[in-house]
């Protein structure tokens, strides 16, 4: 029986497949002939580099070291640039993925990054110093053994703990950020901390309550923009001819000052630190994050429940290829981490098909791929439920394979389906989440840089938990509200 | 294939792995006839019925419906059962429409009828099977005996030359079989070809022209039903009918 050409049915798909590729790959990039646009990598916030502002970009009068010396050079040698903040290690894989043509993110020189990157000129030292708690009494490494001291992971400070383990007797935690890190340092949990000099001076400049012991700091490395190996050499002398004026005429040295001495940008100590003062504060970058957060989770689940309904059928089927093609396509995205899936897509894909995937695509790519795969399953479950007396009673009055499924077997399908893919639209709204990892500023990425620039990581993850536990209720009251008049 | 017959089976196989199920059945039905089979439980006569509309798919012989041999892959199996009727014990209903709904999908689904004939057309067939007034409810609200009088007034909207039942009242509370069988009576005196397996050995007395007695995947034996019910020829026919009469 059911003898529709299912053959016909996956060619059309694999069809729109390819015209959904080919558009990512023929969206146009804006290159103006006379003035070049470079896309240039770097930090969220990693003070004083890279500073944001409420709003999650650079345009306040405070922008970090590296982003007034960039806008700069790009006015002095004629080019154009478009900035893109993630996490350090997010810019890293960007430059060596070809997502961006530079990095410029606090990066120090060292031999390991040589061999894979260029550097431009450095304009920078860079070293780790040691701090205490404000009312600690260490002041060497000698004083160490047999307490606990923290260094962010992968970081050369990092490094310089693990080499002098041994010489000093200490025990190393590793922290992701600076501030949870000092934090630490704060209540009493670790005795000491190693960071990035300048990053160090310039929390403790606008209020961190931690004292730097180093007198002056360890492994000094000069600190540079990179660039992709042997690639865009007019764009690398730009930025180095950039670099040495800068340096020659004074202004590098007049910005890093403008950040390390003085108080020009110290922030505020009256500002609002209760919930409402915070909230009014960032009201605008949240709100912001928030319609991220939801714009990435209605055309996410649209998109995943198109995907989930093909995937579905095709599973349902008689054809054991397409069984076979639906089986493997959701066993694959099932168990594929998420986080995987995104690097993948926003990193991996642009080496093979030789174009940047914009960011926003990439993130409902992919939330269509994981949430369509268990949207899938919920399907096939979801028709198999049904009763095959059901599909009995449809094909012997005449109706086609088609008509039998759109008339009498979704219907019902989807009314048992419905409890499950509810579940999954909520799954799919957490998951938005885990997206900030590639750099979406959605709700979790924008609390993330608040965070980094007010320290307080108590209040805000209390406001951000709590704008998502609100706009799950609502989208919960609304389900059951449709269930109710589905029923 | 004879154009005599309305039906006409040939030599049908049919098996389940190494369970032969059918082991090669010949019969014929003219049209206006209306067959009976009867048999023990597990002896094919579901099976039988469902390879003559390919909800089973037959492993050898023939089956052919008004002239079409629905084994032929060429055949367009849709427009076959479009003239095949079926009945179903566990009445299968669609839920997920209403009672009018039901009877008017497949005419408007398959371009037979306007939507506005097919609904009158469909609320004459509830007239016939006396649930006019059921219409517009939704068929999980309706008793069994109910249920199954739209199931038939739903096959019979798509106008088919051939009605199969399988067990159409072995489901039903005793007080509802009567009616079931009142319409199917009706159906059997407006000339329809009707192919019936039942357990209700009084209606195949009063109403069949044929009784066919099924045994382990064979036809044991057939002829009219004082043939069968009277004068049983086989011994499996004679104990089939002395368990089922006498308790
Ligand atoms: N889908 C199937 N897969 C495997 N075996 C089956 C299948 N359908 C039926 N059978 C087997 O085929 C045999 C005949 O079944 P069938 O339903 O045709 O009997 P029946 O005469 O209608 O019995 P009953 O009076 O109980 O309805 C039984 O042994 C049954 O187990
Ligand atoms: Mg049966």
């Known amino acids: 029986m059911r003898r529709i050409s299912w053959k016909k049915i996956f060619a059309s798909w694999l069809a729109a497949l390819a015209i959904a590729v080919g558009w990512l790959l023929v969206e146009p990039q804006s290159v103006s002939a006379a003035e070049p646009t470079y896309t240039i990598a770097t930090n969220n916030t990693f003070e004083p580099f890279e500073i944001q502002d409420s709003k999650g970009g650079y345009s306040g009068k405070n922008p970090g070291i590296e982003i007034e010396m960039l806008r700069e050079i790009a006015k002095h040698e004629h080019f154009k640039y478009k900035l893109k903040p993630m996490s350090f290690n997010g810019d890293l894989q960007a430059l060596e993925g070809g997502q961006v043509d530079a990095v410029m993110a606090g990066m120090s020189v060292t031999d390991e990054r040589k061999q894979k990157f260029d550097f431009s000129v450095p304009y920078y030292t860079d070293g780790v110093e040691m701090a205490v708690a404000k009312d600690s009494n260490i002041k060497s490494l000698k004083q160490l053994k047999g307490k606990t001291v923290s260094a962010k992971s992968g970081t050369s400070a990092a490094l310089f703990l693990k080499k002098n383990q041994k010489k000093y007797g200490y025990k190393v935690k590793y922290f992701d950020s600076s501030n949870t890190m000092w934090n630490d340092v704060k209540i009493g949990n670790t005795a000491a901390t190693f960071d990035d000099g300048p990053v160090l001076e310039y929390g403790i400049k606008t209020g961190v309550p931690l004292k730097v012991v180093t007198k002056k700091p360890i492994d000094a490395q000069p600190v540079a923009i990179g660039f992709q190996k042997g690639k865009n050499l007019a764009m690398q002398k730009k930025i180095n001819d950039g670099i040495r004026w800068m340096k020659k005429t004074g202004r590098m040295q007049k910005i890093i000052d403008k950040y390390t001495k003085g108080n020009k940008t110290a922030k505020s100590a009256t500002a609002d630190r209760t919930i409402l003062g915070l909230l009014r504060a960032n009201r605008e970058a949240l709100l912001r994050g928030l319609w991220m957060t939801v714009e990435l989770t209605v055309v996410g689940i649209i998109c995943a429940m198109i995907f989930g309904l093909i995937l579905g059928v095709l599973g349902i089927t008689q054809n054991k290829f397409a069984q076979a093609v639906s089986s493997v396509i959701i066993y694959i995205f099932r168990g594929l981490p998420m986080i995987v899936l995104a690097f993948f897509i926003y990193m991996g894909v642009p080496n093979v098909i030789g174009h940047k995937v914009p960011l926003f695509v990439a993130g409902v790519i992919t939330l269509m791929l994981d949430e369509g795969a268990y949207i899938g399953a919920i399907v096939k479950g979801g028709f198999e439920a049904v009763d095959p007396g059901q599909w009995e009673a449809a094909r012997s009055l005449g109706l086609p394979y088609h008509k039998a499924l759109t008339k009498v077997i979704a219907p019902q399908g989807l009314k048992i389906m419905v409890p499950s893919l509810v579940n999954q639209f909520i799954m799919t709204l957490k998951d938005t989440s885990i997206l900030s990892a590639i750099g979406v500023m959605e709700l979790t990425e924008t609390g993330t840089v608040i965070i980094s620039q007010n320290m307080e990581g108590f209040k805000m993850w209390l406001i951000i938990g709590t704008i998502y536990i609100i706009i799950i209720t609502l989208l919960t009251w609304l389900s059951n509200y449709i269930q109710k008049r589905m029923a | ?247």
Do not use: W
């Open chain 2, 1 to 247: 294939m004879d154009k005599r017959y309305k039906v006409q089976v040939k030599d049908l196989h049919k098996s389940y792995g190494s369970n032969e199920v059918l082991q090669g059945i010949d019969l014929n039905v003219a049209p206006s006839e209306v067959v009976c089979m009867i048999g023990p439980s597990g002896s094919g006569k579901s099976t039988f019925l469902r390879c003559l509309n390919r909800l089973e798919v037959p492993n050898g012989g023939h089956v052919y419906v008004d002239g079409y041999d629905i084994a032929d892959p060429k055949v367009n199996i849709n427009k076959v059962r479009e003239n095949i009727g079926m009945v179903f014990q566990h009445f299968n209903l669609f839920p997920n429409m209403s009672v009018l709904d039901n009877i008017t999908l497949a005419p408007v689904q398959l371009g037979k009828a306007t939507k506005a004939e097919a609904e009158e057309e469909a609320l004459r067939y509830l007239d016939l099977v006396g649930l006019k007034e059921k219409a517009n409810v939704n068929p999980q609200t309706l008793s069994g005996g109910q249920k199954q009088r739209v199931a038939i007034a739903r096959a019979l909207a798509m106008k088919p030359d051939v009605m199969l039942f399988d067990e159409p009242t072995s489901a039903l509370d005793p007080e509802m079989v009567g009616d079931v069988l009142g319409v199917m009576k009706q159906l059997a005196k407006q000339g329809m070809t009707m192919i019936v397996v039942t357990h209700e050995m009084g209606f195949a007395k009063q109403v069949a022209d044929r009784v066919v007695f099924f045994h382990d995947g064979k036809i044991r034996e057939q002829g009219t039903p004082e043939e069968i019910f009277d004068h049983p020829q086989h011994p499996d026919t004679r104990n089939f009918l002395d368990k089922v009469l006498n308790v």
